[in-house]
């Protein structure tokens, strides 16, 4: 069974950076299969802010670009958001999720996420 697991949260001042880490297991990674970060804050709908396939395409939410990079293990085993410039807006639970194409279907794995605060 799939597995991933996050680290990194943690309370921040305005300005300041995070890294958030995400490891996997029991998966293996085909050329198109991704993992991407996505957020949860109270009372909003969850946002996927970054994602990076396993061929190397990386993409992000308007709201991270600049700010936000996602990175990765050579093998994939681990991937990385690094936060910086960190707003009271990023406030939020992160969740790592992969997806995977396990023929003949898409499926996606989650974490249980990893909480973020950005406060004064």
């Known amino acids: 069974q799939a597995r991933l697991i996050e680290s990194g949260g943690g309370l921040v001042q305005p300005g300041g950076s995070l890294r958030l880490s995400c490891v996997n297991s029991?998966?293996?990674?085909?050329?198109?299969?991704?993992v991407g970060w996505s957020r949860q804050a109270p009372g909003s709908q969850q946002e996927t802010v970054a994602t990076?396939?396993?061929?190397?395409?990386?993409n992000y939410s308007d709201s991270v670009k600049g700010r936000f990079t996602i990175s990765r293990d050579g093998v994939m085993k681990t991937v990385y958001l690094q936060m910086d410039n960190l707003k009271p807006d990023d406030t939020a639970v992160y969740y790592c999720?992969?997806?995977?194409?396990?023929?003949?279907?898409?499926?996606?794995?989650w974490g249980r996420g990893t909480r973020v605060t950005v406060s004064s």
């Open positions: 999720y992969a997806k995977i194409f396990e023929r003949p279907v898409w499926r996606t794995y």
């Open positions: 990076l396939t396993a061929g190397g395409a990386s």
């Open positions: 029991h998966i293996i990674f085909s050329f198109d299969d991704m």
